[in-house]
Protein backbone atom coordinates (compact mmCIF):
# COMPACT_ATOMS: atom_id res chain seq x y z
CA UNK A 1 0.00 0.00 0.00
CA UNK A 2 1.48 3.48 -0.62
CA UNK A 3 2.42 5.42 2.29
CA UNK A 4 1.51 9.11 2.38
CA UNK A 5 3.37 10.82 -0.65
CA UNK A 6 4.31 14.58 -0.39
CA UNK A 7 5.07 16.90 -3.92
CA UNK A 8 7.41 17.84 -4.65
CA UNK A 9 10.76 16.49 -2.72
CA UNK A 10 12.42 19.46 -2.47
CA UNK A 11 12.26 22.76 -3.96
CA UNK A 12 14.20 26.43 -4.16
CA UNK A 13 12.21 29.93 -3.88
CA UNK A 14 12.29 33.44 -3.74
CA UNK A 15 11.78 35.85 -1.01
CA UNK A 16 8.15 37.23 -1.27
CA UNK A 17 6.76 33.97 -3.75
CA UNK A 18 4.39 31.86 -2.77
CA UNK A 19 4.48 28.23 -3.06
CA UNK A 20 1.67 25.15 -2.71
CA UNK A 21 2.88 22.26 -1.45
CA UNK A 22 0.44 18.70 -1.64
CA UNK A 23 -0.08 15.53 0.19
CA UNK A 24 -1.81 13.10 -0.13
CA UNK A 25 -3.08 10.55 2.37
CA UNK A 26 -2.94 6.68 3.14
CA UNK A 27 -5.98 5.41 0.90
CA UNK A 28 -9.42 5.70 3.10
CA UNK A 29 -7.19 8.22 5.58
CA UNK A 30 -9.90 11.50 6.45
CA UNK A 31 -7.64 13.25 8.67
CA UNK A 32 -4.69 15.23 7.23
CA UNK A 33 -2.05 17.18 9.27
CA UNK A 34 0.71 19.82 8.57
CA UNK A 35 3.80 20.05 10.38
CA UNK A 36 6.67 22.55 10.14
CA UNK A 37 10.01 20.88 10.73
CA UNK A 38 13.29 23.93 11.01
CA UNK A 39 16.50 22.02 11.17
CA UNK A 40 17.65 20.86 14.78
CA UNK A 41 14.16 21.40 15.85
CA UNK A 42 11.12 18.74 16.33
CA UNK A 43 7.90 19.63 13.99
CA UNK A 44 5.16 22.27 14.81
CA UNK A 45 1.98 21.95 14.05
CA UNK A 46 0.28 23.89 11.39
CA UNK A 47 -2.78 22.72 10.33
CA UNK A 48 -4.73 19.93 11.05
CA UNK A 49 -7.81 18.86 8.49
CA UNK A 50 -10.78 16.39 8.64
CA UNK A 51 -13.10 15.59 6.10
CA UNK A 52 -12.31 18.99 4.12
CA UNK A 53 -12.95 21.06 7.68
CA UNK A 54 -10.13 23.17 9.12
CA UNK A 55 -9.95 21.43 12.49
CA UNK A 56 -7.25 23.34 13.96
CA UNK A 57 -4.44 25.73 13.52
CA UNK A 58 -1.02 26.27 15.26
CA UNK A 59 0.60 29.25 15.63
CA UNK A 60 1.08 30.40 12.11
CA UNK A 61 0.88 33.86 10.29
CA UNK A 62 -2.11 34.11 7.58
CA UNK A 63 0.62 33.82 5.01
CA UNK A 64 -0.12 29.90 5.82
CA UNK A 65 -2.88 28.28 4.52
CA UNK A 66 -4.28 24.93 4.11
CA UNK A 67 -7.64 22.92 2.37
CA UNK A 68 -8.42 19.43 2.07
CA UNK A 69 -9.82 18.31 -1.22
CA UNK A 70 -13.29 15.89 -1.87
CA UNK A 71 -10.74 12.86 -2.07
CA UNK A 72 -8.83 13.74 1.47
CA UNK A 73 -5.98 15.39 -0.31
CA UNK A 74 -4.25 18.22 0.97
CA UNK A 75 -2.41 21.75 -0.07
CA UNK A 76 -0.31 24.04 2.08
CA UNK A 77 0.28 27.49 0.49
CA UNK A 78 2.53 30.01 1.60
CA UNK A 79 2.74 33.49 0.41
CA UNK A 80 5.47 36.03 1.07
CA UNK A 81 7.82 33.55 1.89
CA UNK A 82 10.43 34.71 3.81
CA UNK A 83 14.07 33.31 5.03
CA UNK A 84 12.41 31.83 8.40
CA UNK A 85 9.89 29.82 5.99
CA UNK A 86 13.17 27.55 5.16
CA UNK A 87 11.92 24.18 6.87
CA UNK A 88 11.01 20.36 6.36
CA UNK A 89 7.17 20.55 5.73
CA UNK A 90 5.66 17.07 6.70
CA UNK A 91 2.25 16.27 6.10
CA UNK A 92 0.46 13.30 8.02
CA UNK A 93 -2.44 11.40 7.97
CA UNK A 94 -4.82 9.18 10.33
CA UNK A 95 -7.43 6.90 9.81
CA UNK A 96 -10.27 9.10 12.13
CA UNK A 97 -9.63 12.30 13.91
CA UNK A 98 -7.50 10.67 16.46
CA UNK A 99 -4.91 7.44 16.45
CA UNK A 100 -1.46 7.35 15.57
CA UNK A 101 -0.62 9.24 12.43
CA UNK A 102 1.54 8.46 9.05
CA UNK A 103 3.61 11.12 8.41
CA UNK A 104 5.18 11.01 4.71
CA UNK A 105 9.34 12.03 4.08
CA UNK A 106 8.30 15.92 3.78
CA UNK A 107 8.87 18.41 1.28
CA UNK A 108 12.40 20.30 1.92
CA UNK A 109 11.88 23.80 0.95
CA UNK A 110 14.49 26.13 0.80
CA UNK A 111 13.93 30.23 0.64
CA UNK A 112 16.39 32.26 -0.63
CA UNK B 1 -0.98 24.21 26.69
CA UNK B 2 0.84 21.24 26.36
CA UNK B 3 4.70 20.52 26.14
CA UNK B 4 7.12 17.80 25.88
CA UNK B 5 10.95 17.64 26.93
CA UNK B 6 13.78 15.78 25.93
CA UNK B 7 16.44 16.83 28.41
CA UNK B 8 19.41 14.53 26.30
CA UNK B 9 20.02 16.32 22.74
CA UNK B 10 22.73 14.14 22.00
CA UNK B 11 23.23 10.56 23.37
CA UNK B 12 26.07 8.08 22.07
CA UNK B 13 26.21 4.41 22.78
CA UNK B 14 27.68 0.99 21.34
CA UNK B 15 26.59 -1.37 19.83
CA UNK B 16 24.76 -4.03 21.82
CA UNK B 17 24.34 -1.71 24.86
CA UNK B 18 21.27 -0.61 25.69
CA UNK B 19 19.49 2.16 25.07
CA UNK B 20 16.96 4.76 27.04
CA UNK B 21 16.06 7.94 26.04
CA UNK B 22 13.99 10.31 28.46
CA UNK B 23 10.85 12.30 28.25
CA UNK B 24 8.72 14.34 29.93
CA UNK B 25 5.50 15.83 29.03
CA UNK B 26 3.15 18.48 30.40
CA UNK B 27 -0.37 18.13 30.17
CA UNK B 28 -3.40 19.12 31.90
CA UNK B 29 -5.65 15.49 31.51
CA UNK B 30 -4.51 12.05 30.69
CA UNK B 31 -2.06 12.61 27.43
CA UNK B 32 -1.83 10.10 24.69
CA UNK B 33 2.02 9.51 23.57
CA UNK B 34 4.13 8.66 20.88
CA UNK B 35 7.75 8.13 19.99
CA UNK B 36 8.65 8.60 16.27
CA UNK B 37 12.23 8.11 14.69
CA UNK B 38 13.60 10.36 11.69
CA UNK B 39 16.67 8.89 9.61
CA UNK B 40 18.18 11.81 7.90
CA UNK B 41 16.33 13.56 5.19
CA UNK B 42 13.57 11.06 5.97
CA UNK B 43 9.94 11.43 7.52
CA UNK B 44 9.26 10.22 10.73
CA UNK B 45 8.29 6.27 11.69
CA UNK B 46 5.92 5.59 14.58
CA UNK B 47 7.92 3.67 17.02
CA UNK B 48 4.97 3.12 19.47
CA UNK B 49 2.02 4.74 21.34
CA UNK B 50 0.23 5.06 24.60
CA UNK B 51 -3.20 5.50 24.92
CA UNK B 52 -4.39 4.05 27.86
CA UNK B 53 -4.42 0.37 29.44
CA UNK B 54 -1.40 -1.68 30.01
CA UNK B 55 1.55 1.56 30.77
CA UNK B 56 4.24 -0.73 29.52
CA UNK B 57 4.25 -0.45 25.54
CA UNK B 58 5.88 -2.68 22.82
CA UNK B 59 6.77 -1.07 19.88
CA UNK B 60 8.01 -1.70 16.35
CA UNK B 61 12.41 -2.34 16.13
CA UNK B 62 12.41 -3.59 19.45
CA UNK B 63 11.47 -0.79 21.62
CA UNK B 64 9.54 -0.27 24.09
CA UNK B 65 8.76 2.67 26.43
CA UNK B 66 6.42 3.34 30.11
CA UNK B 67 3.82 5.67 30.98
CA UNK B 68 4.56 6.72 34.67
CA UNK B 69 1.71 9.15 35.16
CA UNK B 70 3.09 10.20 38.68
CA UNK B 71 6.60 11.30 37.05
CA UNK B 72 4.71 12.88 33.48
CA UNK B 73 7.29 10.41 32.08
CA UNK B 74 7.13 8.14 28.94
CA UNK B 75 10.60 6.81 28.72
CA UNK B 76 11.92 4.69 25.35
CA UNK B 77 13.99 1.76 25.87
CA UNK B 78 15.60 -0.89 23.56
CA UNK B 79 17.68 -3.61 25.39
CA UNK B 80 20.47 -3.79 22.35
CA UNK B 81 21.16 -1.35 20.42
CA UNK B 82 22.46 -2.24 16.54
CA UNK B 83 24.36 0.31 14.22
CA UNK B 84 20.59 0.79 12.14
CA UNK B 85 19.16 2.54 15.14
CA UNK B 86 21.34 5.73 15.09
CA UNK B 87 18.82 8.58 14.08
CA UNK B 88 16.84 11.06 15.72
CA UNK B 89 13.84 10.56 18.21
CA UNK B 90 10.91 12.40 18.84
CA UNK B 91 8.47 12.00 21.94
CA UNK B 92 4.84 13.69 21.42
CA UNK B 93 1.98 14.10 23.34
CA UNK B 94 -1.25 14.49 21.58
CA UNK B 95 -4.14 16.76 23.06
CA UNK B 96 -7.42 14.16 23.06
CA UNK B 97 -9.61 17.84 23.47
CA UNK B 98 -8.09 18.88 20.26
CA UNK B 99 -8.50 16.50 18.09
CA UNK B 100 -5.46 14.99 19.15
CA UNK B 101 -2.98 17.88 17.59
CA UNK B 102 0.77 16.38 18.17
CA UNK B 103 3.60 18.21 20.23
CA UNK B 104 6.81 17.32 19.63
CA UNK B 105 10.15 17.67 21.64
CA UNK B 106 12.90 18.94 20.31
CA UNK B 107 14.29 15.61 19.77
CA UNK B 108 16.91 13.40 20.96
CA UNK B 109 19.93 12.53 18.24
CA UNK B 110 21.14 8.94 18.76
CA UNK B 111 24.68 7.81 17.52
CA UNK B 112 25.96 3.84 17.84
CA UNK B 113 29.78 3.55 17.59
CA UNK B 114 31.19 -0.22 17.13
Known amino acids: DAGVTQSPTHLIKTRGQHVTLRCSPISGHKSVSWYQQVLGQGPQFIFQ???????GRGNFPDRFSARQFPNYSSELNVNALLLGDSALYLCASSLDRGGGYTFGSGTRLTVV | AQSVTQPDIHITVSEGASLELRCNYSYGATPYLFWYVQSPGQGLQLLLKYFSGDTLVQGIKGFEAEFKRSQSSFNLRKPSVHWSDAAEYFCAVGERTNDYKLSFGAGTTVTVRA
Open chain 1, 49 to 55: YYEKEER
